[in-house]
């Protein structure tokens, strides 16, 4: 009888070392699924344009850093194609205005948008071309983006010659600084693989560019320039002048 006992006291030990294994089991399963679910299920990682340039990314919560260049590029192609009318704006304006929306924040398609109509109803854009194109010498330098203290959005400055022909005449050749808002977009990876969009100006306004400085006569010494006047939240060092754009200029501000 005795060693009866002893083999049911024997097997309520093992049976109930089996539950503990079961139960410690248990928990790292819990606590592995946990983790899983932690784990970031998509990825976004930037890279310098020039592979060849040794770099190192680091990844946190599926984000890595955009480096400016990258930011740069985004904010001057997507500017460009909205501001690219190659035959008629009437029809132009409105296609690419469509061609880029998932670049553009609903905020800044509102803006152009309202532009659009604008321009429209005054007759500004019938038979009317556009191209926009960076003017040589003062293209990307890290200076010309500046992060905001969040790390969600940049402002990146451009300075673009800005050319218009109305009927095959020549009735525009300008040089403009655009503030332009880049903002984090994590909307729809599908259609938007950068996970960024412009958000137009933002708190700032395009600026008119000294033209002395950009058409300078071959040979002649370079004029130094500093910093300039606008915009007042940021300050680039090294690009040259810029007059802010008049109150009477505010209709045009968008494109002009």
């Not at 049976?15 to 976004?44: C, D, Q, T, Y």
């Not at 930011?71 to 009437?90: E, P, S």
Request: hydrophobic content about 40%; charged content about 20%; some cysteine.
């Amino acid at each position: 009888m005795s060693e009866y006992l002893n083999a049911l006291a024997a097997q309520r030990r093992h049976n109930a070392h089996l539950r503990w294994a079961i139960g410690i089991v248990a928990m790292f399963g819990v606590a592995g699924v946990w983790k899983a679910s932690e784990v970031p299920k998509n990825i976004n990682v930037h890279v310098l344009p020039a592979v060849s340039t040794p770099s190192t990314v680091k990844v946190s919560d599926g984000e890595s850093a955009v480096p400016s260049a990258n930011v740069y590029a985004f904010g001057y192609y997507v500017w460009q194609q909205v501001n690219r009318w190659a035959t008629d704006g009437a029809a132009d304006y409105g296609t690419q205005i469509f061609r880029v929306q998932n670049y553009v924040t609903p905020r800044c398609i509102s803006q152009l948008t309202s532009d659009l109509q604008t321009r429209q109803k005054a007759g500004e854009l019938r038979q009317r071309t556009r191209q926009m194109s960076e003017i040589p010498g003062l293209g990307y330098q890290a200076n010309r983006v500046v992060a905001d203290d969040s790390g969600q959005g940049w402002t990146v400055f451009l300075d673009l010659q800005v050319q218009e022909t109305y009927r095959g005449q020549a009735v525009k050749d300008v040089f403009i600084r655009y503030p332009i808002r880049v903002v984090r977009f994590d909307v729809d990876r599908q259609r938007n693989h950068w996970q960024m969009a412009i958000d137009c100006y933002g708190s700032q306004r395009p600026a008119r560019l000294d033209e002395a400085q950009i058409r300078q006569a071959p040979g002649a010494k370079a004029v130094e320039p500093h910093v300039p006047p606008i915009p007042a939240s940021v300050e680039p060092l090294n690009l040259p002048n810029a007059t802010p754009l008049g109150e009477g200029e505010v209709g045009t501000l968008l494109n002009n």
